[in-house]
């Protein structure tokens, strides 16, 4: 993705951002003070100058600038694209200064010691390039323990090509059924960790993605593995997801809305963490969330491939007495902020199902790179403390799977409050104190 499309992408999300900065009648500054944000960074933002690294600011700023559920999903879209091209353009910098890594990459190897490790000046001539004559008494002296290295480096070389030329033959000749297979599977596809993936039978009852070694009508064999009718190398088969996955597991409806259950007195309680810090807050406190559970998963195509969603299941790993803990809120004197449920899960049916919200179209859906897709599932419970996550079956091509969705390798997990004592941090203050019913 060139420069162009970087900037179009940007100046796209600008231009929105800009449209419900301007319909708010709000400042720079009054809109950076509600979301702790400076005027400039904003300005930026609207100009499109720059494009934040995580979403949460701009969750927040179209919420506070009253966007409709549609804008709200629209931000979203435009900020995950605008988001890639940024990223592209820094790898196509990357690849226009031959290759080289950024600077600011933690992960840049240094450059290699010269091989005789002796630093050298700019001014000091190298062995190798110095015209050395025996009644020279200037001419510096050879290196020996370079030319040892090096001669000690090509031994090893020519060991390792001759131990592979040996390993091969053996493995041609078949020396061994057990080092054969085991060869090979080393070769092999590696499951994805993430979901599991299954290819569609074919016409002919063959597994998908192999190369048939069925005879021809004339007679002439197949094509080998790995080639094609003519001979000309076959295009490696797609494997792995086919397409990037964001999770937010703890997305909010606004400021105040999100309450956490903590196994722990309110002198012992942090103040409650802002919207994009609330994993932190959560993981520190040992919190989990109370009644309520609002997750943002945003799925995005690799590549040119289309990739088709076909369903979203709910399955629940374990389900008990709600926590007997304290009820922490996040924020009070919020106003009321706009409601945005694509999915609802009520987890205190027998089999929880994600439905499709008022005005929301229910599965399948079809994803690209270009044309990314955002889920908002809202979860609730009333009376159960459960454990659970999401599966999205997906299809692209041929090709099948089930990819899990859940909080960094571990379940959602989202208790009912009733009954329990409640607390709350008013703006301003410097403790928690006992919520008061509105």
């Known amino acids: 993705m060139g420069t ?16 419900l900065k301007e319909r708010s009648g709000l400042s720079y500054g009054a809109l950076g003070k509600r979301l702790h944000l400076s005027a400039s960074t904003l300005h930026r933002y609207c100009n499109g100058d720059a494009v934040p690294a995580d979403f949460a600011p701009l969750n927040r700023f179209a919420r506070l600038c009253r966007a409709t ?5 629209e931000v979203h879209r435009r900020w995950i694209l605008a988001d890639a091209a940024r990223e592209q353009r820094g790898k ?73 030329l ?25 499951a994805s960790p ?32 790995g080639s094609t009718a ?17 999770v937010r597991a703890h997305a909010w409806e606004n400021q105040c809305s999100q309450r956490y259950l903590v196994d722990r007195e309110p002198d012992a309680v942090r103040p409650p963490p802002v919207e994009q810090d609330a994993p932190a807050w959560v993981a520190a406190m040992g919190a989990v969330s109370a009644d309520e559970q609002v997750v943002e998963v945003t799925l995005q195509g690799k590549g040119s491939e289309t990739v088709v969603l076909q369903a979203l299941h709910v399955r629940v790993v374990r389900t008990g007495e709600p926590l007997p803990w304290t009820d922490y809120g996040t924020g009070v004197g919020c106003g009321g902020g706009v409601a945005l449920r694509t999915f609802d899960v009520d987890l205190d049916q027998g089999s929880p199902a994600a439905r499709a919200a008022e005005g929301q179209r229910p599965f399948p859906y079809k994803i690209s790179e270009s044309d990314p897709e955002m889920f908002r599932v809202t979860a609730h419970t009333g009376g159960r403390d459960v454990s659970w996550y999401l599966e999205v079956e997906w299809s692209s091509g041929e090709r099948q799977g089930v990819f899990r969705v859940d909080d960094r390798g571990r379940p959602f997990r989202t208790s009912a409050s009733a009954g329990r004592p409640a607390y709350d941090y008013p703006p301003g203050a410097s403790e928690w104190s006992e919520h008061q019913p509105g």
Do not use: M, N, Y
């Open 166 to 190: 040996l390993v091969g033959r053996l493995v041609d000749d078949g020396a061994g059924a057990g080092a054969g297979q085991a060869a090979g599977a080393a070769r092999g596809p590696v």
């Open 92 to 164: 196509g910098a990357g690849g226009a200064a031959g290759g080289a890594a950024p600077t600011a990459d933690p992960g840049t190897p240094a450059d290699p010691p010269d091989a005789d490790d002796t630093p050298k000046s700019p001014d000091t001539p190298d062995t190798q390039e110095t015209q050395e004559t025996p009644d020279s008494p200037s001419a510096p002296r050879p290196r020996p323990r370079r030319r040892l290295i090096l001669a000690a480096t090509a031994g090893v070389i020519a060991v390792a090509a001759t131990a592979a």
């Open 230 to 246: 003519d001979g000309k190398p076959a295009a490696p088969a797609p494997t792995g997801v086919p397409f990037h996955a964001s």
């Open 4 to 19: 162009a499309d970087s900037t179009g992408e940007a100046e796209r999300l600008a231009a929105l951002l800009s449209t």
């Open 69 to 73: 559920p549609e804008e709200l999903v």
């Open 194 to 225: 993430e979901a599991a993936e299954s290819p569609s039978p074919s016409p002919s009852g063959s597994e998908s993605g192999k190369p048939s070694a069925s005879p021809s009508p004339s007679g002439t064999p197949g094509a080998s593995p």
